[in-house]
């Protein structure tokens, strides 16, 4: 069984900085995009950052220059480095994840993790 488990969240000040984290576990054979997106009360989930197995990013302009997406293969890792927080990045974050487990590709989601970002 597969699962992704986030850490990271909190609550910050605006102009502050916050970096999830997502392990993915479990029978996994390879692990294709990975990503973050968001959403916040009231709106449609959003995605704030992907990044494919060979390193190539993806950002929404609302976040580019201020969030950086990384991952570690090694590890099955992804983390969202979150700079110059805004108000209105206050949204619950999801770690998402294609990934080649027992002879195909599936979507996975994590939990998700709360951040809250105070004016």
């Known amino acids: 069984q597969v699962q992704l488990v986030e850490s990271g969240g909190g609550l910050v000040q605006a102009g502050g900085s916050l970096r999830l984290s997502c392990a993915a576990s479990?029978?996994?054979?390879?692990?294709?995009?990975m990503g973050w997106y968001r959403q916040a009360p009231g709106k449609q989930r959003e995605l704030v950052a992907a990044?494919?197995?060979?390193?190539?990013?993806n950002y929404p302009d609302s976040v580019k220059g201020r969030f950086t997406i990384s991952r570690d293969n090694a590890k099955n890792t992804v983390y969202l480095q979150m700079n110059s927080l805004k108000p209105e990045d206050t949204a619950v974050y999801y770690c998402?994840?294609?990934?080649?487990?027992?002879?195909?590709?599936?979507?996975?989601w994590g939990q998700g993790t709360q951040v809250t970002v105070s004016s």
């Open positions: 998402n994840a294609l990934i080649g487990s027992r002879g195909y590709y599936k979507d996975y």
């Open positions: 479990g029978s996994i054979f390879s692990i294709n995009v």
């Open positions: 990044v494919t197995s060979n390193g190539i990013t």
